[in-house]
């Protein structure tokens, strides 16, 4: 029999009609033969009732007054109505399921509460399971610490989840499902014309999701990459595959396609300040301690340019404030600039193409948009802009690079 991992999102089961619909795809993969294995989120999002940020909402109620080991366990009990639900619609159908937390399900990690690292997956208990089950169903976000308490594993926690059993049950295939139909060029509330990508690799898809596409979360990406899991980026409410992220072989009929296509799609992030700092005469430690300051203070920075003489980079914009605030006491004077974007592109097909930056900057400077700093690597190049010109920026780069014709 075959293995396959199905992970649903809140968004595909917040009400009856929906988790229907992902009973349908239970079902389809039965039918095929497949051991399943479904990882479930919190029902719905913000404002309903069982939500992770609903249950979060709860506390900010009272005062925040929870300590991290009881804030998992109360973040915890999302999945598990979650799942409970799920199994007793399948069992009505005669569909035999059983619930595993995370940490019955054999995912041990660390002690960092809120945000734990999986040390290690044993899944002996779900293998049992299936010798009496047609269907195992994991709370997904969680897991267990050796001593046996009960963690969460931060955002996108389902999707790593998902992966990382995957890797353990050596699964053909994981599913993500969510509300959209799979990984598009870019994001169709701003350009109309995206597309929906058949194929990525594990890079293109891993830079889309660093980089603000939230299909899917960039750590579950790598999971799987590193153990050649594919994933299939599909719809709840829709029988399409979705699009397929794997590793492009030859011989597979998609690497001339790759090849040609310099740019697979387009992603940006908003909501950003850039800082640049710059040094008094004579001094040269300036870079260490600008960037030791922000992680003791624990400031997320992005966007990096070093340079000789100063620094320049990003911070979101609610810690800008606070982040200059840092560097005055440092005897520094920042200039900060709020209300900035990243766009970015990414494809594998750019590595060792001449040209593509030339291309980038060409069509933002004919449609008068300011590149207020760039950076790239072998699978990405960024542009920093005013968040004004973001919509604009992205729409730019997704014709000039024809990806409305994928």
């Known amino acids: 029999m075959?293995?396959?991992?199905?992970?649903?999102?809140?968004?595909?089961?917040?009400?009856?009609?929906?988790?229907?619909?992902?009973?349908?795809?239970?079902?389809?993969?039965?039918?095929?033969?497949?051991?399943?294995?479904?990882?479930?989120?919190?029902?719905?999002?913000?404002?309903?009732?069982?939500?992770?940020?609903?249950?979060?909402?709860?506390?900010?109620?009272?005062g925040n007054l929870l300590n991290d080991r009881e804030w998992d366990l109360l973040l915890s009990c999302g999945e598990v109505i979650s799942a409970s639900v799920l199994a007793s619609m399948l069992n009505v159908r005669g569909i035999q399921s059983t619930v595993l937390?995370?940490?019955?399900?054999?995912?041990?990690?660390?002690?960092?509460?809120?945000?734990?690292?999986?040390?290690?997956?044993?899944?002996?208990?779900?293998?049992?399971?299936?010798?009496?089950?047609?269907?195992?169903?994991?709370?997904?976000?969680?897991?267990?610490?050796?001593?046996?308490?009960?963690?969460?594993?931060?955002?996108?926690g389902s999707d790593t989840t998902a992966t990382v059993l995957g890797a353990a049950l050596k699964a053909d295939v994981v599913d993500i499902f969510t509300d959209v139909n799979g990984i598009m060029t870019a994001d169709p509330r701003i350009v109309e014309e995206a597309r929906q990508l058949q194929k990525v690799t594990y890079t293109e898809i891993c830079n889309m999701a660093y980089q603000g596409a939230k299909v899917i979360h960039p750590r579950a990406v790598e999971i799987a990459m590193q153990a050649n899991i594919p994933i299939r980026v599909r719809s709840t409410f829709s029988k399409e595959k979705g699009t397929l992220v794997t590793?492009?072989?030859?011989?597979?009929?998609?690497?001339?396609?790759?090849?040609?296509?310099?740019?697979?799609?387009?992603?940006?992030?908003?909501?950003?300040?850039?800082?640049?700092?710059?040094?008094?005469?004579?001094?040269?430690?300036?870079?260490?301690?600008?960037?030791?300051?922000?992680?003791?203070?624990?400031?997320?920075?992005d966007f990096i340019n070093v340079y000789p003489s100063g620094v320049a980079y990003t911070v979101f914009d609610d810690q800008?404030?606070?982040?200059?605030?840092?560097?005055?006491?440092?005897?520094?004077e920042p200039e900060l600039l709020p209300h900035c974007a990243k766009v970015s592109a990414i494809g594998a097909g750019m590595a060792g193409v001449p040209g593509v930056m030339a291309k980038i900057v060409q069509a933002l400077t004919d449609e008068n948009i300011q590149i207020l700093q760039s950076a790239d690597s072998h699978t990405t190049i960024w542009v920093l802009v005013k968040q004004d010109d973001m919509n604009r920026a992205v729409q730019v780069l997704h014709r000039t690079f024809q990806l409305h014709e994928y």
């Open 320 to 332: 800008a404030k606070r982040a200059a605030q840092i560097l005055g006491e440092l005897g520094y």
């Open 101 to 156: 937390t995370g940490g019955q399900a054999g995912i041990i990690t660390n002690e960092d509460f809120r945000n734990a690292r999986i040390l290690t997956v044993q899944p002996k208990r779900i293998l049992e399971a299936f010798q009496t089950h047609d269907v195992v169903i994991v709370t997904g976000f969680q897991g267990r610490t050796a001593d046996g308490e009960v963690t969460t594993l931060g955002r996108g």
């Open 2 to 62: 075959g293995m396959i991992v199905q992970k649903f999102g809140g968004s595909s089961l917040t009400n009856e009609e929906k988790r229907e619909q992902a009973i349908q795809h239970i079902q389809d993969a039965l039918k095929e033969g497949n051991r399943v294995c479904v990882v479930v989120s919190a029902i719905g999002r913000k404002g309903d009732p069982y939500a992770t940020d609903t249950l979060i909402d709860l506390i900010a109620t009272n």
């Open 247 to 301: 590793h492009l072989q030859e011989g597979d009929g998609v690497t001339s396609e790759v090849r040609d296509r310099m740019i697979t799609g387009i992603a940006q992030v908003p909501k950003l300040t850039q800082i640049q700092v710059w040094s008094k005469e004579g001094r040269h430690d300036l870079q260490a301690r600008v960037f030791k300051a922000m992680a003791d203070h624990s400031i997320s920075v």
